[in-house]
């Protein structure tokens, strides 16, 4: 594994933490993917991308709805940010069917995603557990 799940990633909010834990099997996909059959990496590549946009969908919409739903005051800001990453997995999405075969976008995607990780949800979503709790 990339990155291992930690306390620090917590948010002790049993859905939250599930769906957190995605993340990571992604991630551990791509690395499968970037280290396997090179005839298969680009099918491996676009089926993670495209699970990474239906995880991110899923996951946002679940804690936007828990952050609107508890009055978070930072819920605007936060969502601004889900959208961000949204964007930058549509745009991931756009880079591999224009590229074929490519370990280096795996990586860099691998990256991207070990970055949210360990940013967003050890930082940015703590900010929002007192308010959710459990």
């Known amino acids: 594994m990339l ?6 990633m917590e948010t002790g909010i049993e859905e939250i933490d599930r769906q957190h834990k995605r993340l990571f099997e ?3 996909k791509l690395y499968e993917v970037k280290n396997g059959d090179p005839e298969s990496l680009n099918i491996g590549i676009a089926a993670t991308a495209e699970e990474l946009l239906d995880y991110a969908k899923i996951h946002f919409d679940t804690e936007e709805g828990m952050m609107e739903k508890a009055g978070f005051e930072g ?3 936060h969502k601004k940010i889900h959208a961000a990453f949204q964007e930058e997995a549509k745009a991931y999405q756009a880079r591999i069917n224009e590229r074929t075969e490519d370990v280096f976008l795996a ?6 995603l070990i970055d949210w990780i360990i940013g967003h949800i050890s930082g940015k979503d703590q900010e929002y557990v007192p308010f959710i709790g459990n």
Request: hydrophobic share 50%; net charge negative.
């Open 107 to 112: 990586m860099e995607i691998m990256n991207f």
């Open 26 to 28: 992604i991630a551990e």
């Open 3 to 8: 990155v291992s799940w930690s306390s620090k």
């Open 75 to 77: 819920y605007a800001e």
